[in-house]
């Protein structure tokens, strides 16, 4: 809960920048802000909308609502999910302190676009950057997290075809988190290195570095578009039956329709952001195509809300007008759409108000009511009482008209250029958005009806019936604490006590143990003050580097640097003392992963979104090389046989690890610890001549000031290969923290889940290599 | 995975490295284009060793390959569209 309450206080300052926005626009001709504060507003709105208020508020529900709907006590690592939300503040923190640095925030858009974007000078929009990069991060390891809780923590009896609605659309969102997000890092990772290293992704004007930075970003910028609206729908799905009284029209029909479609589609519509780049014609027609089928699942799923809602008898409460309010945005926003994917049409449309006014359509229509649908609905679960129904109708009411005179008078400013800070009086511009900003203030003003609902409930509201819309799922047959204390809970492991949920569904287990194990497990976990210093060390020290150079600089990266690596040190040594021991693994509703650990499952999870992570970086490395008329031949630069050789000691360290594996499966600890030392030297090798490799590079001029395209080579083989080296001692220190649980004797041959693990990750870095050797050495 | 396999699959990695270098040195002037179709084949049959072997993604449920397959498929959409439209 604590992301959520997190994510309203993002929320609340994304609306002021909106605010102070409408305020300027709203006479032409006005002064109110200067284009120096407005350009920041709108980038910052953008991105803390986008990123600190609409994905978390949606995931701070899903932490609370998805375990208590799949029958498990907590998500699957708790202290991950520690980590993932002081992540996701520091983010935060970093973003909103950029507006106070010397020169101010980001204020190139919320989608960056380079090269516009690398030429704002100022530590400000490296510091978001930077805070993006932390929420990425954030976001990563929380899809892990959810995955694996999903699919493995279900009580038994919780089979796929019984999972709740909104748990399977957390689900797809988590998946198109974990393959997107990834690229985001590596865009704004690429892009911060341009800013503090003074690498040359964005910079050299050879490359079309624009093309690169679209793709990336839009490759990311797509899905997430989705991850933004998905929840939504996943709570109108759960919810409508609910209050039309009979199921959900085609419920499989949307599940196979997301799944299989929207999904993979996702992935594939990139481009319809990019039509007046100047990318081939075809190329334009076959994403224009893409982007219209994929509005075709989208059409079945509001078609199947209608029909639910045509056919059955609809009760008319809070949260079922908020629904109704979303699938009507919804319809307007996707026709909107449907206009923006053709070629054609977006020629005229493009950067204009009507963009705008279909994003916000779908963004805040559809995707904010369906979110206060959820919040009225599951209060009570949350809190043991009643919202205020006659407050909640108002609030609607409110919401809805005051949305609509805000955004539909943009649908006729489609010839008024968005992003510009004062207009002059032409035509109807004036009064079209003299309308939208009064709307603004009565939308925003509305809000404050859903902040006093919300504490009337929690502190006065009639406690409410333990299952007051009828519902089916597992997430009403616990109970929640009733008279929650002045005091907010502060954390998820607030989660009321295990009443008895899990095997609900199949036989009844005794309450007293479940809540024992409960309170032992997760809530001791949570305590740790481990992910909150790591977290912060990671700030302070990516504060440090968006101001490099410096003293204050260097001094907060030392300090963030050192804050971090204690730690960690901490985290090994609780673990090494079992402080944390986790329980054991109960039997569940597994199919179709049955057999698989969850800590394995997490690591595939992990490398899947690795996967992505250096896929994105090599895709740019590849795009430079195809982009460049001219490029230095490798072999001109690099050491060829050196790196053949190092290879072969990569690759050998690989065969040594599997035969530390083959040795701890045979129960033999000695000679496992005779491999996890060759293969830790072997590595450790490989990291050596790494080293004396950029030695050589460096004093031999291959720096990233070299004249071009020498620089260009540079900034991705340092970069890139920097990347990898990274992962390799990451997996040393792991080695050291093995190798000395080994030596405690903690291995056995029953038990050593921990080595089969770091296996796949050393292998997979080993796979990294068989690309980046031939790819940065050879071609 | 037997003992006997993991040699084996180390020894493709050496050779294919090997290779990949000779072809290299054979090719780049050449046939350049060849040279780097024939060292992708090489590079991405090290990479498939080393995942259904010392990854054991053969003994796995199918399910678990999708976490391996689905990051593929979407990342070779990026790098076509990508190249595409350098025109
Ligand atoms: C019904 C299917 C949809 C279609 C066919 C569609 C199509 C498009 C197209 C073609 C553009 C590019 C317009 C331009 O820049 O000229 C666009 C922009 C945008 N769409 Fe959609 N869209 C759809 C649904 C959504 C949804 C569901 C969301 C979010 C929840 C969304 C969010 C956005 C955003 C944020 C932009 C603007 C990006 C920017 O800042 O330039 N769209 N849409
Ligand atoms: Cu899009």
Redesign the interface.
């Known amino acids: 809960m604590l992301y959520f309450f997190t994510s309203l206080y993002f929320g609340i300052i994304g609306a002021i920048l909106a605010l102070l926005m409408r305020v300027q626009l709203s006479v032409p001709n006005n002064f109110f802000l200067s284009a120096y504060y407005y350009d920041q507003a709108v980038t910052m709105h953008g991105l803390i909308m986008i990123f600190w208020f609409l994905s978390p508020i949606a995931i701070g529900l899903a932490n609370y609502f998805v375990p208590l709907q799949i029958g498990a006590k907590d998500l699957a690592f708790p202290r991950l999910n520690a980590m993932s939300y002081w992540l996701y503040l520091s983010g935060g923190i970093m973003a909103v302190l950029s507006f106070f640095v010397p020169g101010g925030s980001a204020d190139a858009g919320w989608t960056n676009y380079q090269p516009l974007a690398v030429l704002t000078p100022g530590s400000g929009t490296t510091l978001v950057y930077l805070g993006l990069v932390l929420l990425a991060a954030s976001i990563t390891l929380g899809s892990i997290n959810f995955v694996v809780s999903i699919i493995w923590l279900r009580a038994p009896g919780m089979s796929l075809d019984k999972l709740p609605m909104f748990t399977w659309f957390i689900l797809f969102t988590i998946i198109a988190m974990l393959f997107a997000f990834p690229t985001l890092i590596a865009a704004f990772a690429l892009a911060s290195s341009d800013r503090i290293l003074g690498t040359v992704f964005f910079t050299s004007t050879q490359i079309q570095p624009s093309i690169l930075w679209d793709n990336l970003f839009w490759f990311f910028g797509h899905p997430e578009v989705y991850i933004v609206l998905l929840p939504g729908f996943g709570i109108i799905a759960n919810i409508v039956p609910q209050f039309t009284g009979r199921p959900l029209a085609a419920k499989n029909a949307i599940l196979v329709a997301t799944a299989l479609v929207v999904l993979p589609l996702s992935f594939g519509v990139w481009m319809h952001h990019m039509f007046l780049t100047g990318i081939p014609v075809d190329l334009q027609g076959a994403f224009s195509i893409a982007t219209i089928a994929i509005s075709i699942p989208f059409d079945v799923i509001t078609l199947s809300f209608v029909e639910s809602m045509i056919r059955g008898r609809v009760k008319l409460l809070t949260p079922m007008l908020f629904v109704l309010g979303a699938v009507v945005l919804f319809i307007i926003g996707g026709i909107t759409g449907v206009f923006l994917s053709s070629p054609v049409l977006d020629r005229v449309f493009r950067g204009s108000y009507f963009v705008v006014a279909h994003f916000h359509y779908v963004m805040v229509g559809a995707a904010i009511f369906s979110i206060f649908a959820g919040i009225y609905y599951w209060i009570p679960r949350f809190t043991g009482r009643m919202y205020n129904e006659r407050l909640g109708k108002i609030h609607f009411v409110i919401s809805f008209i005051g949305f609509n005179v805000l955004y539909f008078p943009m649908n006729f400013l489609f010839d008024m250029p968005r992003r510009i800070f004062t207009y002059p009086n032409i035509g109807n511009w004036a009064l079209l958005n003299g309308i939208a900003s009064v709307g603004a203030f009565i939308f925003a003003g509305a809000q404050t009806l859903l902040a006093a609902n919300l504490l009337y409930t929690w502190f006065r509201g009639p406690p409410s019936p333990p299952n007051p819309w009828g519902s089916p799922d597992l997430e009403w047959k616990s109970q929640p604490v009733l008279t929650p204390s002045p005091t907010a809970p502060t954390d998820t492991s607030e989660s009321p006590p295990a009443g008895g949920w899990i095997g609900q569904l199949a036989t009844p287990a005794s309450p007293a143990t479940e809540t024992h194990a409960a309170g032992a497990e997760h809530g001791e976990a949570h305590y740790s003050s481990r992910p909150i210093q790591l977290s912060f060390g990671a700030m302070i020290f990516l504060m440090g580097a968006a101001f490099y150079p410096g003293i204050l600089a260097i001094g907060l990266m030392v300090i963030g640097g050192a804050l971090f690596a204690v730690a960690l040190g901490g985290w090994a040594r609780d673990d090494l003392r079992h402080k944390f021991a986790p329980p054991p693994e109960e039997e569940g509703d597994r199919w179709p992963f049955q057999g698989v650990s969850k800590m394995k499952l997490g690591m595939w999870v992990f490398l899947s979104s690795e996967i992505v992570l250096f896929g994105s970086f090599l895709a740019a490395y590849i795009f430079i090389r195809g982009a460049a008329v001219t490029f230095p031949a490798p072999g001109s630069i690099h050491d060829i046989p050196l790196g053949t050789l190092n290879t072969i000691i990569l690759a050998t360290s690989g065969l040594t690890m599997f035969l530390a594996i083959q040795a701890i499966r045979q129960g033999d600890r000695r000679r496992l610890m005779q491999w996890m030392s060759v293969t830790f030297m072997l590595g450790s090798t490989f990291m050596g001549i790494k080293i004396s490799e950029w030695v050589n590079l460096g004093s031999s001029g291959f720096t990233l000031s070299a004249p071009y395209p020498f620089n260009l080579a540079a900034s991705a083989y340092y970069i890139i290969v920097g990347l990898h080296g990274a992962h390799v001692t990451a997996g040393l220190i792991m080695m050291v923290y093995l190798m000395k649980k080994t030596k405690d004797g903690e291995y056995t041959k029953e038990s050593h889940e921990a080595i089969e693990n770091f296996g796949l990750y050393w292998a997979f870095i080993d796979i990294v290599w068989c690309f980046i050797f031939p790819l940065f050495y050879l071609l | 995975?037997r003992?006997s396999v993991?040699?084996g699959?180390?020894a493709y990695?050496?050779i294919a490295?090997?290779t990949?270098?000779e072809i290299?040195y054979m090719l780049?002037t050449a046939n350049y284009d060849l040279?780097?179709a024939a060292?992708?084949v090489?590079?991405t049959s090290?990479?498939t060793a080393?995942?259904v072997f010392?990854?054991q993604l053969k003994d796995?449920?199918?399910?678990?390959r999708l976490?391996?397959l689905?990051?593929?498929?979407?990342?070779s959409?990026?790098?076509i569209?990508?190249?595409?439209?350098?025109?």
């Open positions: 995975m003992t993991a040699f699959v180390w990695m050496v490295v090997l990949e270098v290299y780049r040279m780097t060292v992708s090489l590079a090290q990479a080393i995942v010392n990854m796995e449920p199918g399910a678990i976490f391996a689905i990051p593929i498929m979407f990342l959409a990026l790098l569209a990508e190249l595409a439209s350098l025109g």
